[in-house]
């Protein structure tokens, strides 16, 4: 039974007996199914095999260590990418924050490993929510910023978006968790943050300060006293500053004050007015004003005058009559008006008419007051402030009366009430701004007014915003001869001015390698280790000034200084390997050897401090190339040393006796190692041995003897010399006769089944031995197929086919061995691989016979087609042939005989061909009919081809029902009885096999 293997030729597949084979060096294309076909004349069989080859499992950076740091909540991706066939399984072991991926499959397993370190992001008690802290001036003020997190968080305190620099009043305790300031001020009211960061992530809370001030009320500390003549409107104020803005309710007498039409409270309780004053206003009256810091009052004693009324006829009092001592400022008039002139202040007062006659005396009080036009004390007219610095703009004035002050900003109103955030408007007029910002700087104008007139003053208010330099890179770090610019973007009102200064020395403008932009930058062209150090940039104005320190680190490549570039050594002596590198910072040195990194510990390796490379004790493994590693972040240098070991010679020589035939040559070895390598010289029986056509010392050292004669019998000694030490070893030589094999026929054909004797003599001293093969494999006389008699001859009783091929007979003896082939071919039979069969195609196509046999010798193939023979071609490589006719023809159907002739005897194989032909129809294809009606139509269909074909016929593209009237005849006419009208038409014949 054949074994047929179908694959690509670039398989490694070779046949190993008739039905199994093997593929040597599988990889993975090797999978799929393999086919095994066996066939014979009586048939074909087929086996599936489904190899599946199987990789084992593999994964990047299998056997390292990988440390994960990951965030508390967030997910730890460890990226275990394995590939093997089949797939790996996966499997993980949990070891207290190590992991382990371990990929395994049927052919194998590896693993790689993670440390996992888990950090906690900080968190900050109660951050969720902004805290309002509320503080009454004057009094402590503490915030407390409790976090917590792994690594521990670092803790920053913002005011209002800026850094909180720490002064007298403000400290920062317990690691910045607690800040207290000592007397809370109206300027720390603001929004403060405590910020909390570690490498885990960050984390804020807000505190929202508002500082109290208790309410004051002008002159509170007195009790005013006021009169109103009965019938006209006295007003009584109650100014009162505070933060936040006072509630401000009036007492009458101690009880509650209610309001009514005539008597009202203005402005949320600054005034209290009473219109129409009556006896019954006259009391005292309390101002109340609180807020969450506290309360004051003011108290108020109203007498309500009536006014004295003179009857007619009164009698006209002289001049002068009254006042005491004459002043000519008085002039008194006929009708009793009295007439003052150039009015002064001290004229105010109450003054008093009294008429009197013989009935009595009738008196009339008149109260003067006298008017001053408002005048506003002198002052600065440029302010300048810091921002959230409160000021105070001065407008304090006077007047008869109390002069009404208002106030405008760049032209417009300022409403102090709508804005008490942002302006007070003090009682003596002056106008405070509680927290100034940039917005705040304007032209501000202070207007006075009473009865008597008017008066203002212009101050020009410019608020100041200390500098801030901008959250940049505070590290550095450069390689030398690279540019660097380090950044300083400073902004402030007015702009601040920048001042650089390295290591606590100032920097001018321009100096060795770097210069001053005009933006503030600092500009190092070309960095050096010089330029390495702590850069402070310095931002100062009117307002105040800051700081930021940039650390610069230059980087200098690493350059390893003089290298040996060979080091010889003598083996087990120490050596030490140097490697001096410089560069900044410091490099660190490590050692490969051969591209591989040597461990310098636990054995004879060690890296001194200095960088060298120290060998204890060299041995010839440490013969190599040493590379000197030079790292540092700026880059990488290299230097490489040989390393030669110098070894004593020895000599490596398993055989120590020679048996070698005449005339041959032989090879006496002498393999000498050492280092340096030694020289080696031959003496023959204790002679100098010299060098000549055929002996000659091959470079191995060994002994090279051609053309072997008797007189080479003797001892050989080899001597291996160097600077180390000198060896030499013995050997002998014996010159014998090779075996010799002769006589018999190399080609030997028998016919199968027959008997078949394979001749072999051979000489030699010693007697040499016989033994044989077949095609390489030795034969034994086991398995009773072979017979080998003592002369040496090989009988086989019953050749086979198998029995066939190359036959060697060897002889051998102590010396060497002889062999002769002998060719056997077994002639068979004629066989067929390939059976003709019975064909049916159609007349016009292609026809292909094919037809296929083995035997020995290869069979001669002829065809016959009905008996008569036919020239074909017939492959002989492959035992196949082919009979092809490209169109077919009715005339090519018939038999067709495939023989099969060798020397042996003779087969065929018979096979039928039917050629079929489609339908035709005789005649014209189309035609025109007329028939009168009522007479009869014969429609002539006449259709040949083989097999006879069926016809069909069709109207106006619709079959034709067949009825008594309309008939298909037997030769496949249509006849139609008796036409019609309806008969009228297109028919189609059609005609199918």
């Known amino acids: 039974m054949a074994c047929l293997y179908q694959c690509p030729p670039t398989y490694g597949f070779c046949l190993l007996d008739r039905c199994s084979g093997r593929i040597t060096r599988t990889q993975v294309s090797d999978s799929g199914t393999y086919t095994c076909v066996a066939s014979n004349r009586a048939g074909v069989d087929n086996r599936h095999y489904n190899l599946q080859v199987h990789v084992p499992p593999s994964l990047d950076g ?45 052919a194998g397993q590896t693993s790689r490993h993670f440390n996992l370190k888990v950090l906690d992001p900080p968190r900050i008690k109660g951050s969720g929510v902004p805290a309002e802290v509320s503080v009454v001036v004057n009094n402590v003020l503490e915030l407390q910023c409790e976090a917590s997190g792994i690594p521990t968080p670092s803790l920053t305190w913002l005011k209002d978006g800026r850094p909180l620099p720490q002064t007298n009043s403000l400290r920062l305790l317990r690691g910045g968790e607690v800040l207290r300031v ?20 960050d984390d804020d809370k807000e505190f929202l300060v508002r500082v109290h001030v208790p309410p004051n009320i002008a002159g509170e500390s007195t009790i005013q006293d006021l009169s109103v003549l009965q019938n006209r409107q006295v007003t009584l104020e109650c100014k009162s500053d505070a933060v936040p803005p006072p509630t401000l309710t009036w007492l009458k007498d101690g009880q509650p004050f209610q309001a009514s039409a005539r008597v009202r409270i203005l402005s949320g309780g600054r005034y209290l007015q009473i219109n129409m004053a009556e006896l019954s206003d006259r009391a005292q009256y309390t101002c109340v004003a609180s807020n969450i810091a506290g309360k004051t009052t003011r108290q108020f004693n109203l007498a309500v005058n009536v006014a004295p009324t003179i009857k007619e006829g009164s009698q006209t009092v002289k001049h002068g009559a009254i006042l005491a001592g004459n002043n000519p400022r008085y002039t008194f008039a006929e009708d009793g008006s009295l007439h003052i002139q150039s009015a002064q202040v001290t004229d105010t007062g109450r003054y008093l008419c009294m008429a009197t006659n013989q009935a009595g005396t009738q008196r009339k009080r008149v109260d003067l007051q006298i ?51 942002m302006y007070r408007l003090l009682s003596s007029g002056s106008l405070v701004v509680i927290a100034p910002t940039v917005e705040d700087t304007a032209l501000y104008e202070c207007v006075v007014s009473n009865e008597a007139g008017e008066d203002s003053r212009f101050i020009n208010l410019t608020v100041h915003v200390p500098p801030s330099i901008a959250d940049e890179s505070t590290e550095l770090v450069v390689t030398r001869l690279s540019p660097v610019v380090i950044a300083c973007t400073a902004s402030g009102v007015p702009e601040p001015t920048i001042h650089w200064s390295k290591d606590g020395m100032k920097l001018p403008k321009e100096g060795q390698g770097y210069s001053i932009l005009p933006t503030g930058p600092v500009e190092i062209t070309s960095a050096e280790l010089s330029h390495a150090g702590r850069y402070s940039c310095t931002a100062k104005n009117a307002a105040g000034s800051t ?31 140097p490697c001096r590198a410089t560069g900044s910072p410091r490099p660190t040195i490590t050692w490969q050897k051969e591209g591989i990194n040597i461990p310098t510990t636990g054995g004879s390796f060690t890296v001194l401090p200095n960088g060298s490379l120290q060998i204890s004790k060299a041995s010839v493994s440490d013969f190599g190339t040493y590379i000197c590693v030079a790292q540092n972040p700026a880059g990488t240098a290299l230097g490489k040393t040989k390393l030669r070991v110098q070894v004593p010679p020895v000599i490596s020589s398993e055989t120590l006796k020679y048996l070698a035939p005449v005339d041959s ?8 190692d050492g280092s340096p390598p030694p020289s080696v010289t031959w003496h023959k029986d204790g002679q100098p041995l010299s060098e000549s056509v055929r002996q000659r010392v091959l470079s191995s050292g060994s002994l090279q003897i051609a053309f072997i004669q008797p007189s080479d019998t003797g001892r050989y ?98 010396v060497g061995q002889d062999s002769r082939t002998v060719t056997l071919s077994v002639h068979t039979h004629p066989v067929f691989t390939e059976l003709l069969g019975d064909v049916a195609l159609n007349k016009g196509e292609r026809l292909l016979l094919a037809c296929g046999v083995s035997g020995n010798p290869p069979p001669r193939i002829t065809w016959a087609f009905n008996n008569n023979i036919i020239p074909v071609h ?21 038999t067709y005989t495939c023989v099969a002739e060798n020397n042996v005897g003779t087969i065929k194989s018979l096979g039928f061909v039917y050629v079929k032909e489609p339908p035709i129809i005789d005649g014209d294809l189309h035609s025109n009919r007329i028939e009168p009606l009522g007479g009869n139509a014969i429609l002539n269909c006449e259709v040949r081809g083989d097999p006879l074909p069926t016809i069909r016929w069709s109207k106006n593209g619709i079959n034709i029902k067949i009825s008594n009237r309309i008939r298909q005849m037997d030769n496949g006419s249509l006849a139609i009885y008796g036409t019609v009208g309806e008969d009228a038409g297109n028919y189609m014949c059609v005609g199918n096999k």
């Not at 508390?72 to 089949?86: K, Q």
């Not at 003598?570 to 050596?575: D, H, R, S």
């Open 62 to 106: 299998a056997g390292s260590t990988d440390d994960v740091t990951v965030v508390r909540g967030n997910v730890a991706s460890l990226l275990c990418i394995a590939d093997g066939t089949p797939n790996p399984d996966y499997a993980q072991v949990n070891d207290t924050g190590r992991y382990t991926c371990v990929a395994n499959n049927t």
């Open 182 to 201: 000592a007397s809370a001020q109206l300027e720390d009211t603001g929004r403060y943050s405590c910020l909390a960061n570690s490498p885990a992530g």
């Open 371 to 421: 008017y001053v036009p408002p005048s506003i004390a002198d002052g600065r007219t440029n302010v300048t402030v810091t921002v959230n610095v409160q000021t105070t703009l001065s407008c304090e004035a006077t007047g008869i009366p109390k002069p009404t002050v208002s106030w405008m900003k760049n032209g417009r109103a300022i409403n102090t009430d709508q804005n008490q955030n």
């Open 547 to 577: 700081h930021r320190h940039v650390q610069l680190t230059v980087q200098e490549l690493p350059v390893i200084q003089y290298h040996p570039a060979i080091l010889d050594v003598i083996l087990n002596n120490p050596i030490t390997l």
């Open 665 to 672: 040559s032989v090879t006496l070895q002498c393999q000498a």
């Open 717 to 814: 000694t080899c001597t291996a010399a160097n600077a180390a030490g000198t060896v030499n070893i013995e050997m002998s030589l014996t010159v014998q006769i090779p075996p010799s094999v002769r006589g018999g026929e190399q080609e030997v054909a028998v016919v199968e089944n027959s008997q078949a004797q394979l001749v072999c003599v051979a000489e030699g001293v010693p007697q040499p031995s016989l033994s044989w093969e077949k095609d390489g494999n030795p034969l034994t006389e086991i398995t009773g197929e072979y017979t080998i008699l003592p002369s040496g001859e090989l009988v086989i009783d019953t050749a086979q086919p198998d029995d066939a091929g190359s036959y060697t007979c060897v002889a051998t003896n102590a």
């Open 874 to 894: 017939y492959d002989h490589m492959n035992g196949n042939s082919e009979l092809v006719i490209d169109r077919v023809s009715k005339d090519d159907s018939g």
